[in-house]
């Protein structure tokens, strides 16, 4: 994978270039079929997951089916900074590529770049800040 199809990713774009191709460096790819789970709901969170080609499906057995995941959007960013379980489940709805950011390899970007990683959990911030300002202006 080329860097600046990295860049697209939300949590990657404050990153330097230098910064963005260590990154680069840290990511498994996986490619999926139709139908393949990516991972179930309650399964260990161990990271960041990045769409770059296809569709995944997005469900829980609280509400059933959510929608989709679209290229160029992420699930799963505050797992790299904590430990928890998947609250879905994440299914191909087509042929899809996936990269995959641990938080394994996350810790170790803290140790051998902490600028990097600190503007990672920056951005990490932001998202997590708008979607509770999002379901505060829905209580409110």
Do not use: C, W, Y
Not at 69 to 78: I, K, N, V
Not at 79 to 89: D, P
Not at 106 to 121: G, N, Q, V
């Amino acid at each position: 994978m080329s860097s600046p199809s990295a860049k697209i990713f939300a949590p990657f774009t404050d990153l330097t270039d230098e910064e963005l191709e260590l990154v680069t460096s840290l990511l498994e790819e996986r490619e999926l079929v139709v139908g393949e789970v990516l991972q179930n709901e309650g399964d260990e969170a161990d990271g960041l997951i990045l769409l770059a080609e296809g569709q995944l499906t997005l469900s829980n057995s609280r509400t059933g089916e959510l929608g989709t995941l679209a290229p160029g959007r992420h699930l799963g960013d505050t797992s790299l900074a904590s430990l928890g379980r998947r609250e879905l489940t994440l299914v191909a709805a087509e042929p899809s590529r996936v990269l995959l950011f641990p938080r394994s390899a996350f810790l170790r970007l803290s140790e051998d770049a902490p600028r990097a990683a600190t503007r990672i959990l920056e951005a990490v911030l932001r998202d997590l800040a708008a979607t509770v300002r999002s379901g505060l202006d829905r209580l409110l």
